[in-house]
């Protein structure tokens, strides 16, 4: 990757991936159902939180800059088995995330076109059918509502064009960043005259049942925790950062410190416009708030519009980030490899994609939005303690790798706080959210025990078949989204009836005996790079050298990059240590 970002691309990627549907949507529930005004609080300790945990993720991105996020900074460094659990519960995180943004999309298109057209929707076919309780901790039953078709809708329509294909150009994702942030500022400065001193007294509401009180403020805290999850996108351009070490610090920092800012006042502005207890179980708190006040429809408009916009855009990050998920986790033999198998056509990961959209619509469909916040956020929660424990036992088991960025402060200073605040967080959550991820997390070890652990390919070459060897190579040629050059598509077109082991072999200029060699090659060479004979990381990095990378060509037809490959195979049989990718 070529080191093009940046500390102002850095910072306006951290501000892109944070702001969402934590802001638009789950402020409101928040305040309403934990925290009261205090809900200000709530958006400090998570975004200390996320801070901290952002550094961890930063120092392992630079080591192991391959798919799979925490899942495979965790099998580098705890093993299989949590490796699995993790990756079982990022799972959960991507498609319920993208199920709660669709009920705020819902909400929000429900009031667009009855303040722009007049035109009003029905709450049978725009809610769901049951609510949660948070006070009694129980479901209750949404009478009149039966279904929300709305957000139905806009997930099987991401789904449908992420099964298509779709390329974002750079100017297409700033644009939306932008329209993000003036709406933000929008709602801050014109409803802020507004602002009533009586609706923030009792700053914190006395405890009543399970709502409110200083625990309020951490339940809350658990919620509003949605609004910042999608920071690590900066943590994950280590590689591509001009200088890791003084700006990725930069980058995270910043955009933290600009989103935690901009989320307290809108916050702030929220609670001293409207009674927090007027906000219970509204998915659009923003427009909703407005609606007591006259001459604010053309605001109202615009917000919904910019929301609607920007929480398109998290749907489509989130169901797309899921097939990265699920393909990592079937190379590694850890799900039947059709969940790794692009599209003939469209060379896209159908199968987990239709999977994710079509579970994410029936989630949306009849779940509240505070619900399926809860259930993202607590499993978030999980991936960050486990992040953060990952760097420390890195620091000991791996003191000499080469990083791009280090978290400061040593092993403990940053990781250990960030677990440990992560944990109280989750602790304090529902008692039913916890049962919720426990429960889904002892599905997934069931489905370890019976597939996962028997197929595993980590740490047993053996298992490697000439056949898996050819299903993921051009795949993961694609995911990575370098270009095959005009020569590979020219030949993927001549010779499409012919042999399909043969194609991917020229296609990527590598025989099968030669991509044998190179995994067995590589391997020795991890092993001796790390000075570990513990295959559960030396094989995984090992697999990602071997892999064929993109082939470039030059006007004459030939590989152009032909020579240095081949100076950095004569470094890896004298074992140099320093092959870098």
């Given at each position: ?18 702001i969402?549907t ?45 798919s ?7 099998y580098?460094?705890?093993?299989e ?9 990022l799972i ?8 709660t943004?669709?009920?705020?999309w ?15 929707f029905t ?11 948070n006070?009694?901790?129980?479901f ?7 279904i ?33 942030i ?14 009533d ?18 625990q ?7 919620r ?5 999850i ?34 307290i ?8 416009i ?17 609606q ?14 910019g ?9 489509l ?12 986790m ?12 692009l ?5 896209t990961p ?12 029936a989630?949306a ?22 992040v ?7 620091r000991?088991?791996?003191p ?20 440990i ?16 991820l ?24 053996e ?5 898996d ?8 040629g ?12 020219e030949e ?7 042999s ?7 296609a ?5 005996d ?35 990378q ?22 890896l ?9």
């Open positions: 990757m070529k080191r093009v970002l940046s500390r102002l691309d850095l910072i306006a990627i951290g501000i892109g991936a944070i969402g934590g802001i638009f949507v789950l402020t409101g529930v928040a305040a309403a159902e934990n925290a009261g005004p205090a809900v200000i609080v709530s958006f400090i300790i998570a975004g200390v939180v996320s801070g901290l945990s952002a550094f961890s993720y930063s120092e392992l991105a630079s080591m192991l800059p391959i799979g996020s925490a899942y495979t900074y965790t580098a460094t705890m093993g088995l949590i490796a699995w659990i993790i990756g079982w519960d959960l995180e991507y498609m319920v995330g993208a199920a943004v669709a009920v705020g819902s909400a929000y298109i429900v009031d667009f076109f009855d303040d722009a057209f007049g035109v009003k709450p049978k076919t725009t809610q769901a059918p049951v609510i949660w309780d006070k009694d901790l129980a209750r039953v949404n009478h009149g509502s039966y929300n078709i709305p957000a139905i809708f806009i997930s099987l329509a991401v789904t449908l064009v992420l099964v298509l294909g779709i390329k974002q150009a750079s100017w297409v994702n700033k644009t939306v960043v932008v329209i993000k003036v709406v933000v500022l929008l709602f801050i400065f014109g409803a802020c005259r507004y602002v001193r009586d609706n923030y007294s009792p700053f914190v509401p006395p405890r009543e049942g399970n709502s409110f009180g200083a309020g403020v951490f339940k809350g805290t658990q509003v925790f949605f609004a910042y999608g920071f690590d996108a900066v943590s994950t351009t280590a590689q591509e950062a001009k200088n890791p070490q003084r700006d990725l610090p930069w980058g995270i920092c910043v955009s933290l410190g600009i989103c935690t800012a901009l989320y006042a809108v916050s702030a502005v929220l609670c001293g409207i009674s927090y207890k007027e906000l219970k179980g509204v998915a659009s708190p923003l427009t909703f708030a407005l007591s006040y006259a001459n604010t429809k053309w605001l109202r408009i615009i917000i919904e519009l929301a609607i916009c920007g929480l398109t855009s998290v749907i990050i989130s169901l797309m980030g899921q097939p990265r998920i699920f393909f990592t079937s190379r590694d033999g850890m799900f039947p490899r059709v969940f790794g198998r599209h003939r056509r469209f060379k159908f199968v987990p994609t239709v999977l994710s959209g079509v579970v994410c619509a989630l469909g009849i779940l509240p939005v505070d619900l399926l916040g809860d259930m993202t956020s607590v499993g978030t929660l999980l991936a960050f303690i486990l953060n424990i990952g760097v420390v036992i890195m000991f088991t791996h000499d790798a080469e990083r791009g960025f280090r978290v400061p402060g040593g092993p403990f200073l940053i990781p250990v706080p960030g677990a605040i992560a944990l109280v967080v989750l602790v304090l959550s529902d008692g039913p959210t916890i049962y919720r426990f429960i889904w997390l002892a599905v997934g070890l069931v489905v370890y025990a019976l597939f996962g652990y028997r197929y595993s390919r980590v740490g047993h070459p298992r490697w078949s000439a056949e060897m050819a299903y993921f190579q051009d795949t993961f694609d995911d990575e989204g370098q270009g095959k050059g005009r020569r590979r598509e993927e077109e001549e010779e499409e009836e012919g399909q082991k043969a194609t991917q072999s020229e990527v200029g590598v025989s099968y030669a991509y044998d060699e190179r995994i067995r090659d590589s391997t020795d060479y991890f092993e001796t790079y790390t000075n570990t004979n513990t295959k559960k990381i030396s094989y995984t990095t090992a697999l990602q050298f071997a892999m064929p993109p082939v470039h060509y030059d006007e004459h037809g030939l590989e152009a990059d032909q020579e240095e490959a081949d100076q950095e195979e004569a470094d049989e004298q074992g140099k240590l320093g092959r870098h990718h």
